[in-house]
């Protein structure tokens, strides 16, 4: 089988696919910066400024923006910042610092099914993701199984099909119009009897009203709680990087619904608004875990807060 992820050379594969990942955020992020970053001089007022405004173009989000800024303004006032060098090194630690302090899950045992719910708004790229991440975990030797739980549409059922030919891994579906949790009781009932590692549950996204997707999910929820205890282990939600900080409000919509474990963040390769990350971060507490950069089956990868950084911030 030809290795899309697990190559021998995985951590600098990985490293240069997020700095094409984040080409666009960091080319727009350091072109307006370009002159702070090669200021000769100490940093002064007017050059912090200049830097929020940058960052909130860039998608951070006015306030993270502003709590930079203020921890940059007291290290300058103390005749921290020398340079633009110092300057790019001391933003480096202030985005890293923010991304860092988001809980990480705690790591599971796998004594039983790992069950893992795709929520998210129509067309952010949940199946997408659904077949990526079935590839991903196959590349890792695990059994994987895909739930068609997004019923309101055939075209939805038949997109993750071809996904999961693709990816190598079975179905279980439901007919058009039918109740999504019937669809993930069945396939809880055949993760079990085929020992499958991990079930992912791709759902629909029609946002109706906040109600009806609350319900719609804690039905799921609770279907998948009554054939496997602690379940669902994960339930991610797939924001558009392109949408910027109207997806967080999306997004806080959902984790009002769901209890959002992680977020996958699509589409950042088409999008100079990578910035939402670190507004991710901040202001919904929920670790990115993986992001999307392209529509192909291996366009995904595992987040890394450093090499996120790294990538957008290089030199
Ligand atoms: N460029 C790019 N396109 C993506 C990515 N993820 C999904 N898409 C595209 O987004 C569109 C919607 O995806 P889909 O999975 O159907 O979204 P869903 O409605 O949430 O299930 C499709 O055209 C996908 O090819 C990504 O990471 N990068
Ligand atoms: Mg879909």
Request: aromatic share 4%.
């Amino acid at each position: 089988m030809i290795s899309l992820f697990n190559t021998p050379e995985q951590k600098p594969g990985l490293f240069d696919r997020m700095k094409t990942a984040v080409a666009r955020t960091r080319d727009t992020l350091q072109e307006r910066m370009d002159d702070l970053l090669t200021l000769a001089r100490p940093i002064d007022e007017s050059a912090l400024d200049e830097l929020e405004a940058t960052l909130i173009a860039s998608d951070l989000g006015v306030t993270t923006a502003q709590e930079i800024i203020d921890n940059l303004r007291q290290a300058a006032s103390r005749q921290q910042i020398r340079d633009g060098a110092e300057l790019r090194r001391l933003l480096k630690q202030e985005l890293l610092r923010i991304l860092n302090s988001v809980p990480q899950p705690p790591v599971r045992a796998a004594a039983q099914t790992e069950v893992i719910l795709m929520v998210g708004v129509n067309g952010t790229g949940k199946t997408t993701t659904t077949g990526k991440l079935a590839a991903y975990f196959r590349e890792q030797n695990k059994s994987v199984l895909l739930c068609a739980a997004d019923t309101f549409r055939a075209a939805a059922i038949e997109q993750l099909e071809v996904w999961g030919q693709r990816a190598g891994v079975e179905m279980i579906r439901t007919r058009q119009g039918g109740d999504p949790s019937a669809a993930l009781y069945d396939a809880l009932v055949a993760a079990q009897a085929r020992k499958i590692d991990v079930l992912i549950v791709d759902t629909a996204g029609r946002l109706h009203t906040k109600n009806n997707l609350m319900a719609e999910l804690d039905k799921i929820r609770r279907t998948a709680r009554r054939l496997v205890a602690d379940a669902p282990h994960q339930t991610l939600l797939v924001m558009d990087a392109t949408t910027g900080q109207n997806g967080l409000q999306q997004a806080r919509l959902f984790t009002q619904a769901a209890a959002v474990s992680g977020i996958v963040l699509t589409k950042l390769d088409g999008t100079a608004k990578g910035g939402i990350v670190i507004a991710i971060a901040r202001e919904l507490q929920i670790p990115v875990r993986y992001v999307g950069i392209g529509e192909q089956m291996a366009d995904l990868i595992p987040f890394d807060s450093n090499a996120f950084v790294d990538s957008l911030l290089e030199a």
